[in-house]
């Protein structure tokens, strides 16, 4: 291959890259919209309680700060393994960082459905009223893109083993970096209008 | 390559202290104060908007820099589209309730 051809490969696969991110910066974008208006739902739905219990009866925050000081942490580490990958380090210092960001995940998410289990067993389930529905209709959600990240850590530690730290591999693990971060953006929204003002 | 993996660190370090700090803020206004309540809202929302442009900017990589724009143009739009409807949402249902009372 000439340097021509070879210099030409390399800007187009630098170009995809780029449009690789930014497509996923377009679907993120999306994704905002639809919390977005999740939260605008559960904001007219705080005072619907019907008579059943209110945010402050069903909410704790001694959880909830737990849950936020996980995913914060879980938000660095996950920067910390596309440090480590995109200046070369080691492979196992790239995995060590994914999977301590997936321990991280999944305490989160062990902490919010003992939370939520509690909710039903306070006599708060989502059918008790439009307050209630609102907010197992947000919350869970985001639990719900908590999960999906999860397994896409999982799958990025699969696929980093077995085809090592390809390109595409690269891009990859770069986009899950942008979804987990755009996760901790969502929560900041969750703990601050849900949980805090609730508990005001 | 190494001075500019030290600075890439030394962003997401300051990024992590300053959304620490500013969650702990946060938390403590609710836990630690007894001001009215429309001032703790007020000044939690402050804190997570705050939070949000300090995430956006140290861990998202959203920069003022030229090579942005195209990004930043996507997140002005869904601003946009987030304020009309979310905000469209609240007007028109607050209204209503009012008007049910």
Same mark, same amino acid.
């Given at each position: 291959m000439s340097a021509y051809e070879s210099g030409h490969d390399a800007l187009r696969s630098h170009t995809t890259a780029e449009e690789q991110l930014f497509g996923f910066w377009v679907f993120l974008?999306? *994704? %905002?919209?639809?919390?977005? %208006? %999740?939260?605008?739902?559960?904001?007219?739905?705080?005072?619907?309680?019907?008579?059943?219990?209110?945010a402050k009866q069903v909410f704790g925050l001694g959880s909830v700060a737990i849950q936020t000081g996980v995913l914060l942490a879980?938000?660095?580490? $996950?920067g910390m393994a596309t440090l480590a990958m995109t200046y070369g380090r080691s492979r196992g210092s790239l995995l060590l960082w994914l999977a301590v960001t997936l321990a991280l995940g999944v305490l989160f998410l062990g &902490?919010?459905? !003992?939370?939520l289990m509690a909710m039903y067993a306070k006599g708060a389930p989502p059918t008790r009223s439009g307050f209630l529905s609102a907010f197992f209709v947000l919350v869970p959600t985001h639990g719900l893109h908590v999960t999906a990240g999860c397994v896409w850590i999982v799958t990025m530690i699969v696929q980093v083993l077995t085809?090592? !730290?390809?390109?595409?591999?690269?891009? !990859? $693990?770069? !986009? &899950?970096? &942008?979804?987990?971060?755009? %996760? *901790?953006?969502?929560?900041?929204? $969750?703990?601050?209008?849900?949980?805090?003002?609730? &508990?005001? | 390559m190494n001075a500019d993996y030290r600075r890439e660190l030394q962003s997401y370090l300051a990024g992590l202290a300053i959304a620490a700090? =500013?969650?702990?803020?946060?938390?403590?206004? @609710?836990? /630690?104060?007894? /001001?009215?309540?429309?001032? @703790? =809202? /007020?000044?939690?929302?402050a804190l997570a908007a705050t939070q949000v442009a300090v995430h956006l900017r140290y861990f998202l990589h959203l920069t003022w820099r030229r090579s942005n724009l195209d990004r930043l143009q996507l997140v002005?739009?869904?601003?946009l589209l987030v304020v009309l409807m979310a905000g469209g949402t609240l007007w028109i249902l607050g209204n209503l309730r009012e008007r049910m009372m």
């Open positions: 974008m999306s *994704d %905002l919209v639809l919390f977005a %208006l %999740l939260f605008a739902v559960y904001a007219t739905m705080t005072s619907a309680t019907a008579g059943g219990p209110g879980s938000s660095f580490t $996950i &902490l919010e459905v !003992r939370d085809f090592g !730290r390809s390109g595409d591999v690269k891009t !990859r $693990i770069l !986009r &899950l970096s &942008l979804f987990w971060h755009f %996760l *901790d953006v969502v929560w900041v929204g $969750i703990f601050t209008f849900v949980y805090l003002q609730g &508990l005001a | 700090v =500013l969650t702990v803020a946060a938390f403590g206004c @609710v836990v /630690w104060t007894d /001001w009215p309540r429309p001032a @703790v =809202l /007020w000044v939690t929302a002005a739009f869904t601003i």
